[in-house]
DNA sequence: GGATTCAGAGAGCACTGCTCTCACATCTCA
DNA sequence: TGAGATGTGAGAGCAGTGCTCTCTGAATCC
């Protein structure tokens, strides 16, 4: 383990870019075929070394994956947060509309990455939850934030404010006092539920479910039903 | 091609018991390790025969996997029409939520076979629309059935009434036409939403979105989704 | 300058989908 | 009943996969 004080010799620079490399090569291929036909050997070809010598920088396939799946949230987490933070502070229904549609934008131009994060699981495989759990709530961190940030300042109301379930209570009671949240439990589930929605919605899109030809106007459909969730959510 | 008005010779019988059996192994197969792992020399071997055998029965992977997909797409149907069928045909609440209940029961007794129909698409394969597409929209069928009969009986209401962007009229007039619904379109985009959000909640849990430890009471967080969906939808 | 570390090459193992040929059983029909 | 057609399985083979192991040569360290 190299001394993160000393500067970096040349052999660890040079190591350290042909990560970077392996990791960029990784990228285009996942883009192309998807994360099931991620092949090191595929990569290890156009790195134009052989396969057995990828070996030295990543442990295996997995190890690959993992790395680009930090990669992937890393990507969608800047997206999202750049997205949210152009708009004022206190505009709160933008904002949440703002981090769903970049989560779409982001979704739609990355298919097969978005499909590694947000898919079914690629079999075999299971995510180190110690390096993927921070990149991987970013986004809904920041739902969550922009829904504190309203409740806050006063403008987040449910219609109705019918108590949920105690069992249910205690789930949210447990993430409120984690993330530090002044929204009530009954506002966290519907915030949720706006949150698993706007990705149904989103999946739904990527992975074919909408049919060829059923939706031509689907920003507009996307749009309609953020308008709606945003109300579920409290946001008026 | 065998003449469908003749009895089946001795040959056929064993043919489509062979058949049978292939589509049974590659459930199983299916079920434990996942769609991309699904493996036709595997197959095979449990079916005690060479792997080049299998291909007197079934073209390619592909094809086996089109037969589990519409295996599955099956029994989810008759799953979720046995639960609808189970209330009353005016009980539209109920049976909103008898269909999404077992949609999620389904899901998750069936986790891979679920992620094979709603989950990221298999690299490399490409359902074909011809032979899916029917047993594929049975669920969102009896949604609409549920919507419709609601709707026609007076008790399907939108909570505000603003009519939908022309654009997303048209795509919903032709849906509503197609299917002969009485349902407009403002509703129907209502219930479309209410649709991705069931299947983006289900997701979420089958899929480990939720993390290993975030939610103790999923039951009762998807029944509370539901009864918010339900209004969402229209259904009071 | 000698010892150590490290990168890459190459062979090999077990697996995959799929194709092709060959042998044999069964079925059809004159 | 016998000959030809048809169906079925075995086996070899091709190209690909992840991964391990050993060996060589080069860079680095002291």
Known sequence: MADPLKPPTPRE????????QIIR???????????????????????????????????????????????????????????????????FRGRFAALALA???????????????????????QAPAE???????????GLMGILDSAYRAGKLAAPDAAAVVPALAADFEAIRSEMDLAVPATLLARGALAWTSVFGAISFEVFGQYGADTFSARDELFRHHLQILAGVAGLE
């Open 13 to 20: 620079q040079a190591r350290a870019r042909t990560i970077e």
């Open 25 to 91: 090569l990784g990228r285009e291929h996942l883009a192309l075929h998807g994360a099931a036909a991620l092949s090191l050997r595929a990569v290890a070809r156009d790195l134009g070394v052989v396969s057995s010598a990828v070996y030295r920088y990543v442990e295996s396939r997995d190890e690959l994956l993992t790395l680009l799946l930090i990669d992937a949230y890393g990507e969608l987490g800047d997206a999202v947060e750049a997205a949210v933070e152009a708009l004022p502070a206190d505009d």
């Open 103 to 125: 989560v779409r934008k982001w979704a739609l131009s990355e298919p097969a990455r978005y499909a590694l994060l947000f898919g079914s699981p690629v079999p075999g495989y």
């Open 131 to 141: 390096r993927t759990t921070g990149p991987g709530t970013r986004v809904v961190t």
